[in-house]
């Protein structure tokens, strides 16, 4: 039976983008750019905190808030791995102009994250101690690092309630609105950030209080975007439920990348656990290291969710061999782009650690671990895109087996043998990265080539 759309929006009011026609690369890029300025605020969450600490604070804040990074990716990684299933049925949906599928996928989807919210809260703060001891943090570091992890884990349901919301915006098309609001509450945070610390001297506390505040703010504002919208994705609070059909599509779609996030997060605890034998100077070099590292992996991320958009939406219009162009069209520039990064980060890699310490053997690991695993980033542009790409055919479990075997299982079997029959020094565990990087872009290559291109039409 046929059912009429709830209601109908003209066509030029629309802040949705249909990539089903038109120039492939320029739609891939119009998309790319602002989600690329908005991976940058993002970043500044968690970069201004390092910054903040590690010059007003001291080494021990800073190698603190470093070596938590990897906990928190653990519930955000598994949330936004999640999240791609929502992204692909939305875009899908949005191509195959089946304006009910996008209403119930919508509303499902933020049924969802009000429910996981909750949920990963109470897991966050109860597993904070158990992890930091897994992760053999120095007892000099573990106190603020407990005190930090407590914090951003009290407030992580604003962060993931944003980025559902900006997934959904992001799905048809839309990746200028969730830039507005990022730059907004970034700015927010490196205010209250310095007011918190310096004028009220509450050290790594006030930096914590400072970045869930300012992911409080950009939920609230993606919240009254999706609901006072007039556009075709609007969320409608009355309709508010988990349909379960559409809700287990996005588990199909969403799980593995979910699974597959958190496991190589999981990973990344053993490699930080690694790191922590050299002490907190070396914690603090690796935390340097892996922010700068996170700047350059930004092209790559956004250049990957706009795969994962562009391919939905053709998969959804039927269109495969678009699919297909686009697909090494975001490859091919995201490989220059990061090359050019890569480049100028290695030449300048000391005067770029110094915006986050002054300790000289601070900056001596970080140019280290920079040094030594800065262009195997380029095999790694490769494993991003093209697993968007797949996931956008709604392909999800194939990059996940593929990136747990390289990224986990790989990594880990390199870093006990070496550490032991080798040697255990901070360059060969940060070659522990790498290793993961250049096996999984020979597999995923060929997986692609054997069941997407070999035999195409």
Avoid at 15 to 36: E, K, N, Q, S, Y
Avoid at 312 to 317: E, K, L, M, P
Avoid at 338 to 351: E, W
Avoid at 440 to 450: F, Q
């Amino acid at each position: 039976m046929h059912h009429m759309p709830r209601f109908h929006i003209p066509q030029k009011k629309t802040t949705a983008r249909d990539m089903t026609t038109g120039p492939i690369l320029l739609h891939m890029v119009r998309f790319a750019v602002p989600l690329l300025l908005g991976n940058v605020f993002q970043l500044l969450y968690n970069t201004v905190d390092t910054v903040v600490v590690g010059n007003f604070v001291s080494t021990q804040a800073l190698a603190a808030v470093g070596s938590t990074t990897m906990i928190v990716n653990l519930i955000v990684f598994f949330f936004n791995g999640l999240s791609l299933g929502s992204t692909v049925i939305i875009g899908q949906s949005y191509g195959a102009k089946d304006q009910d599928a996008l209403h119930t996928a919508v509303e499902t989807t933020m049924a969802m994250t009000f429910l996981t919210g909750v949920l990963f809260t109470i897991i966050g703060v109860l597993m904070v101690d158990p992890m930091l001891r897994f992760m053999s943090t120095p007892e000099d570091v573990f106190p603020e690092a407990g005190i930090y992890l407590r914090i951003y884990f009290s407030g992580i349901s604003g962060l993931m309630i944003y980025n559902m919301g900006s997934g959904i915006l992001r799905a048809v098309g839309d990746s200028r609105r969730p830039l507005y609001f990022l730059i907004f509450t970034s700015v927010m945070n490196i205010i209250l950030d310095l007011f918190f610390v310096l004028a009220l001297g509450l050290g790594i506390t006030g930096v914590g209080y400072a970045t869930i505040l300012s992911q409080f703010v950009s939920a609230f504002l993606v919240l009254r975007l999706l609901t006072k919208t007039n556009d075709i994705y609007r969320l409608e609070w009355k309709d508010l439920r988990l349909h379960l059909p559409t809700f287990g599509r996005i588990l199909a779609i969403g799980m593995p990348a979910a699974i597959q996030s958190t496991i190589t997060a999981f990973s990344n605890v053993f490699v930080q656990s690694y790191v922590n034998v050299f002490g907190s100077s070396a914690m603090a070099g690796w935390s340097c290291y892996n922010k700068l590292d996170q700047f350059i992996y930004l092209p790559m991320h956004s250049m990957a969710s706009s795969a994962t958009t562009f391919v939905s939406q053709n998969i959804g219009a039927k269109q495969d061999e678009r699919a297909r162009k686009g697909t090494f069209h975001a490859i091919a520039l995201t490989l220059l782009i990061t090359a050019a990064v890569s480049t100028t980060l290695f030449i300048f890699a000391g005067p770029a650690t110094r915006f986050f310490s002054q300790d000289e053997s601070v900056i001596a690991y970080s140019s280290l671990f920079i040094h030594t695993n800065v262009f195997f980033l380029l095999p790694n542009v490769v494993n991003h895109v093209l697993a968007g790409a797949l996931r956008g055919r709604g392909d999800s479990k194939a990059p996940m087996f593929i990136m747990l075997a390289c990224f986990v299982g790989i990594r880990q079997i390199y870093l006990f043998t070496a550490t032991r029959l080798i040697a255990n020094t901070p360059v060969i565990v940060g070659l522990g990265y790498p290793v993961g990087w250049s096996t999984c872009c020979i597999v995923e290559l060929t997986y692609y080539y054997l069941r997407y291109f070999r035999h195409r039409k």
